[in-house]
């Protein structure tokens, strides 16, 4: 019998490569170079980045997907342009990002890409495999248009019209990100223990970077609770039947944000307003609570955010006239 090495999680894939020997370790790195072997060199940056990356096994599986796609469309283009991936020439770093840039990715996407190929060449240096660093001095230019702008929050009438097509669970995940503001993780990441009805808030415990946070309840969402509470809660109804169901600890029924984000289309589709993503109901939590508090300070508290400055480019806008009343009396 063969055995074959577990790999389901982080942890597992980096054993496939920190348990070789440092020669066998350099060698596999060589010959997955010299065979353009992207799965192998996809694997090697993976476990790299599990292994020495800044949070190692608990990296977050969107960050380790990025890396991956990012990695992959390196390693391709590198094949296409015959270019020397243990000794690349010294445009190659850079040529690479304006082809991406020439073919309309804008600049933040582009800069994801430089940061997995990146780790791609920290993991090769980790091997032994190479000394190169080409993407050190690489130049990516800057995006100076607000996030905000570029991917503005749904408006009050959009979500309104959703509301209405909305089913019980739809209806209450979309509260939960348009109201409480929760990343579309964090908010499948709830378990009942974690919604606190008669204190009016959510208690996140799998914030980004692993921060949790107490985030309060809107009325609109504390009713939406409630109601979702009596049908899937603890001890609750499944509408589908009327009859008593055993539930999980878990407060959403999606397994995936595939999962969800099928569903919520769906509300959006029947009430024709155009699904651009999660985020845009976390724009509006943010927009909203700014203009009614004007204090960028607690609104980055209520969204999660580490810097006050990721609130202020990306996810509240204050209006353009909102000194307005202020100056009246000047």
Known sequence: MTLVQYTGDLLAQTREWVNLHDDELRRRAVRAVAEHDIPTLVSLTTAYLAHQGGSGVLASPR??????????????YATSQAINVLRPGRHDAQSFVNHMLATGRKPAGVQLKVAAASCLYRALRWTGATEADPFRDVKVPKDHTPGIVKRPPYTEDELADVLEQADVHVKFLLFVTAHAGLRISEALALAWDDVDEGGKRLHVRSGKGRKGRIVAMSSSLSRATRLYRNLYGPGGADHSDGRRTTVTTQVFRYASVMTARYHMEKAFTLAEVPFRGFHPGRKYAGTRLLRQIKDFGRVAAH???ESVDTTRRGYAQLAADDLKDDLAGW
């Not at 380790?64 to 391709?76: N, S």
């Open 303 to 305: 969204l999660g955010h």
């Open 63 to 76: 960050t380790v997907e990025a890396y991956t796609l990012g990695t992959r469309q390196f390693l391709e």
